[in-house]
């Protein structure tokens, strides 16, 4: 792979009136809406090339991450539960991230010596108080996330969990039990870390709004304590910039490219709505970190398609009905890491005693492979836009190429 | 409550141009729509009388209830884990019904003596594998549930079960660890379970298809595994019926009514989305059941409304800014259980230590209250079509309601 190759490849012909299918916007159009989009091309070559705004530059960055080591490991001491609070973009970036390590995963079951993660991001009346009443709190660790310190879902949660702590231990000892990631300056949430929980905090980027916050400590923090490796994420998304750096023009650079084929379908072809689809349990959230970065950028002004999260297969057996058969008002975006072959095949015992011979020799990569070549195929055959982003494999590397796409993307 | 009441109330207040907020339907179209749905309310009216709706009479049903019980014997014998494979309807209602039990929530830890659900309802080249081989495989037991007995995605998680059983035990020892349900006469499944497998199968209702066999075996023998009580949940679903039955109009019936708005406003109001909106982590997949029962349903000639699934108050932080300030095409359902004053008062010494004196006294349940209210308000105030539906406790009993509710409307 070059050094100015993408991770990813990025296929639109499915999304083209001009393409094989017929499908899509006109050729013409995506040519305007890539003039139209020549510009911010211009302004996003320049910040790269100029280091000028903090959600790329931090991509470049190493002594955060070396910040975030000791961190992790008061984190990780003696710990068999580890427990994220926060909510929005402070939140469903790590979670994304955990995925990897198998968090939300079904059968999610921790790899051996890990801690097994959980996210309250959300404000329910049974949910923290039933898992802090199960949980062994001796061993329960708490790492709490807001920009502003001054959220309320997670100053609240945070209060409970104290309450809670302190029927089993002495304030003196709440500070073992906590970290904390709040911007500089005053607020609520610093001020409680410092003076009364007195346990480590770290400082949330102050030019990186919550929703961009994944490749800063907020997502690598947890990255950490989870196993995965952090350096490669930000190579992954550093290898997309350096590819845009290198373009030549605005065709030539997926996120553009993407971006200006979604405003093209959304003006020309009445697409109002962006469904991603992932055909992979460990991108799920992937999709649900998609649709709040889509829903708090673009929602604007009585504008802005509505992003829509899906997952493959799955939703072949929910939604394709609707996709196939309901309005065209939508373009599908298909995340793809290359399954064929992988996974072991079936035995060929088995699959004749089930009456599944066509099973036998093949695997459950192949049949994954088989499922989102009938629905890109289906999809486009029904007239419906589907482009798709490929991965060879998904890694650190790759997810914090994707990450990056998309932020560029919207 | 009257034998006749409904254990939920239903307003559209906000989603009429006649209410206190002028947003919405006019009056007059509303009762043009109500008039069209007479035919289908009759039909309803007539088919809860004559019992001639296997969806509807099943919550008459005692008998596959009872014969639940040995298979959720068998499946409970000495189990750590319980894993369901299944996909699409024959998976989300039973996951639904799980989440009463704690399933899929934040922190989610098993009740004392309960098993840890796992439900695959997708085909993932890394997921079922991984999480085999984590198990403890000898305490671990599966339901296979689909309804044709040849769903490929189902019978090749079989097959890589029954291949990872066979390396810690022998053949004759299987049939410990499994329980199928499946229709009446030949199919792979049944074949498979019958000859090799050799383990307990239960009938899958013939005049149910899969999306709405909730309130069947489907989805009772897994509550009856969690600890759920089947009869509470099918009493709730019957009380919406025998509310239904009563009606002397279409608009006294909330499903009807619902029904009938639902259809003015995408034919009206260029209403194009369904945002299902439960504040409660325990009916987040009962968005995602009612995603897929709407999209198989109606999603048909180019036609029907996208079901879009959101929870309270997290999406706040998320999907607010595109609601609010994107385009005006969608209609808010809020499902909400009255959490006033529910859980424990926030300390006044620590809110005071955190610098947020306005908790003190006040409990989550009451920031919940106060979040949908604001949503609510602010959806409305920026003429966005609301609706609400209340309920006062959230339980077997109001699940199956819920579950009528939604299955009428559709």
Redesign the interface.
């Known amino acids: 792979m070059s050094a100015a190759s993408l991770p990813y490849s990025h296929e639109i012909d499915g999304c083209l009136s001009s393409g094989d299918h017929g499908v899509g916007l006109a050729a013409q159009s995506l040519a305007t809406y890539l003039d139209r989009a020549a510009p911010a091309f211009d302004e996003m070559q320049a910040a790269i090339a100029h280091k000028s705004l903090a959600v790329l530059t931090i991509c470049q960055k190493k002594d955060d991450i070396e910040a975030c080591g000791p961190v992790a490991d008061h984190l990780l001491a003696d710990t068999t539960d580890l427990?994220f609070l926060g909510?929005?973009?402070s939140s469903?970036g790590a979670q994304t991230l955990a995925q990897l390590a198998?968090y939300g995963?079904?059968?999610?079951?921790p790899r051996g010596g890990q801690p097994r993660a959980?996210?309250?991001?959300?404000?329910?009346?049974?949910?923290?108080?039933?898992?802090?009443a199960?949980?062994d709190l001796k061993t329960t660790r708490f790492l709490v996330v807001s920009k502003s310190g001054s959220t309320?879902?997670t100053?609240?949660q945070?209060?409970?969990v104290?309450?809670a702590l302190r029927t089993e231990m002495s304030d003196a000892d709440l500070g073992r039990h906590f970290a904390v990631i709040t911007k500089k300056g005053d607020n609520?949430?610093r001020?409680?870390a410092t003076?009364?929980l007195k346990c480590p905090i770290l400082e949330h980027e102050a030019d990186i709004p919550g929703r961009f916050s994944v490749l800063s400590n907020v997502g690598l923090l947890p990255a950490l304590c989870l196993g995965l490796d952090p350096h490669a994420l930000r190579a992954g998304a550093a290898q997309v910039l350096d590819h845009l750096v290198k373009a030549t023009k605005p065709a030539d650079s997926a996120p553009v490219l993407g971006a200006a084929l979604s405003l093209g379908l959304a003006q020309e072809n009445k697409i109002?709505?962006s469904v991603l689809m992932p055909y992979?349990?460990?991108l799920d959230l992937f999709a649900m970190w998609y649709?709040?970065l889509?829903?708090?950028s673009?929602?604007?002004?009585?504008?802005?398609t509505?992003?829509?999260k899906a997952?493959?297969?799955?939703d072949q057996?929910?939604?394709l009905?609707?996709?196939?058969?309901?309005?065209?008002?939508?373009l599908f975006t298909l995340i793809i890491?290359n399954?064929a072959g992988?996974?072991?095949a079936?035995?060929a015992q088995?699959?004749r005693?089930?009456?599944?011979d066509y099973?036998t020799g093949r695997?459950?990569?192949d049949?994954?492979t088989a499922?989102h070549r009938a629905t890109a195929d289906t999809l486009i055959g029904k007239g419906r836009p589907v482009r798709l982003l490929r991965i060879e494999t998904l890694n650190e590397f790759t997810l914090g190429a994707l990450f990056m796409h998309f932020m560029l993307e919207t």
């Open positions: 427990v909510t929005g973009g469903l198998g995963i079904p059968g999610y079951v959980h996210f309250f991001d959300n404000l329910d009346v049974t949910s923290l108080g039933q898992a802090l199960r949980l309320v879902e100053l609240a945070t209060l409970a104290v309450a609520s949430l001020g409680f003076e009364f109002t709505s992979s349990d460990r649709r709040q889509w829903a708090e673009l929602g604007k002004n009585g504008k802005g509505t992003p829509i997952l493959g297969p799955v057996h929910s939604q009905q609707l996709y196939l058969d309901g309005p065209a008002d939508k890491a399954t992988q996974g072991p079936f035995d088995l699959t005693q089930a009456g599944v099973l695997t459950m990569g049949l994954v499922s």
